[in-house]
Each structure stands twice: as C-alpha cells, then as structure tokens.
C-alpha cells in the first residue's frame, strides 16, 4: 500500500509540474485567470439558463431550477464536508518554485517550499466540482451542449493547476464528485419528475 501511494503521490506531482512550469507562457498568464473565474461563466451560463426558463416551458423551467440544487451539494460537498476532513495542503505551499496567481499577479513561491500562500485546504477542488456538476447536469438533459459544457469544465480544471493552487488529483477528485451528485439529482428528476420525456 505504501509503494502504491509513493507512486501516485509522485506521479500527481509530477503532472502537476509539468502543467505548472512546463506550460507557463504569458498567453497562459493572461488567459488562466479569466478561465478559472466562474463569475466570467456565469454571465453566458446565465443567458444559457435564462433562454431554458422562458423557452423551456415546463420542462425547461424545472430543469433549470433544479441545477441550483447541483451548484448547492457540489460546493457544501467539497468546501464544508470534504476539505476539513482530508486537510491536504495546497501545491503552491509544499512544491518549492510554483508558478502561483495570488491576489491579482503571478509570482514564484519559495525555493523551500516552506511558505504559506493560502491557507484553504487542496482537496477536492470545489471550482471542478462546480462546474463539472453543471456539466453533466446539463448534459444529461440537453446532450447537444455537452460538447461545449465539457470544454468548460476542461478548462477550469486545467486553469486550476495552471494556477499552482491545486493538484491534478484535486481536479479528477472534483469532477468525480460533481459527475456524481449531478447524476443524483437528475436521474429521479428525468425517472419519477418527467417520465414522459
């Protein structure tokens, strides 16, 4: 078991500096941060729900109700549940050298890797959570968006270890967690809510 959790701990290490450093470009730079702000989404997420609503009838509207249940249990899930009971600390304050985002600007954390730049625990990322959540909410309603649903999700997920403030770990642990409770939420909703569509 031992040799087993060496291997995944070096191996999520490994992959978390290879999209950390390897990456790092001022494209990247500018770009990460826009990505990995959920508010920026929201505004076309937001139209998207609007048009459902209206548009939806019945249906639509339920549907589009019923995705504020996802965002609540995937963000309680992760943030209040999960995180305080694993308490894994954060890259940006154990690998020495990280390309971190904090507060507006780009900077490189020490060479010791002693500091602490944010003091939230690591895992599950709720930002994967959330938006993987919605992903699979919506895809499994309407499969005709989830090509664009998954780009998203792809994106922030990324954006995160861009970012130095996860491990990729953190992000498959927050799309898992999100995929799941989403599909909680859904299936009765399709089965039981609205057996005729």
């Given at each position: 078991?031992?040799?087993?959790?060496?291997?995944?701990?070096?191996?999520?290490?490994?992959?978390?500096?290879?999209?950390?450093?390897?990456?790092?470009?001022?494209?990247?730079?500018?770009?990460?941060?826009?990505?990995?702000?959920?508010?920026?989404?929201?505004?076309?997420?937001?139209?998207?729900?609007?048009?459902?609503?209206?548009?939806?009838?019945?249906?639509?509207?339920?549907?589009?109700?019923?995705c504020?249940?996802?965002?609540?249990?995937?963000?309680?899930l992760?943030?209040?549940?999960?995180?305080?009971?694993?308490?894994?600390?954060?890259?940006?304050?154990?690998?020495?050298?990280?390309?971190?985002?904090?507060?507006?600007?780009?900077?490189?954390?020490?060479?010791?890797?002693?500091?602490?730049?944010?003091?939230?625990?690591?895992?599950?990322?709720?930002?994967?959570?959330?938006?993987?959540?919605?992903?699979?909410?919506?895809?499994?309603?309407?499969?005709?968006?989830?090509?664009?649903?998954i780009?998203?999700?792809?994106?922030?997920?990324?954006?995160?270890?861009?970012?130095?403030?996860?491990?990729?770990?953190?992000?498959?642990?927050?799309?898992?967690?999100?995929?799941?409770?989403?599909l909680?939420?859904?299936?009765?909703?399709?089965?039981?809510?609205?057996?005729?569509?």
């Open positions: 078991m031992g040799n087993e959790l060496s291997w995944f701990t070096s191996t999520d290490r490994a992959v978390f500096e290879v999209i950390n450093r390897l990456f790092t470009s001022g494209f990247f730079n500018l770009l990460m941060p826009i990505v990995s702000n959920l508010v920026v989404w929201a505004i076309p997420l937001g139209i998207g729900w609007i048009v459902f609503f209206i548009r939806g009838k019945r249906r639509g509207r339920l549907i589009a109700l019923c504020f249940l996802v965002v609540a249990a995937t963000d309680q992760s943030s209040s549940v999960i995180k305080p009971v694993v308490q894994r600390n954060r890259p940006c304050n154990v690998v020495p050298g990280t390309h971190l985002y904090l507060n507006g600007k780009w900077l490189t954390t020490d060479k010791f890797g002693l500091t602490t730049y944010k003091d939230s625990f690591s895992f599950p990322s709720s930002h994967a959570a959330n938006v993987a959540g919605q992903a699979m909410y919506w895809s499994y309603f309407y499969p005709q968006i989830s090509p664009f649903m780009f998203i999700a792809a994106a922030v997920g990324f954006s995160r270890i861009y970012m130095g403030v996860h491990w990729p770990s953190d992000v498959i642990a927050g799309y898992l967690l999100g995929i799941v409770v989403a909680m939420i859904a299936f009765p909703i399709k089965t039981w809510i609205l057996p005729d569509d």
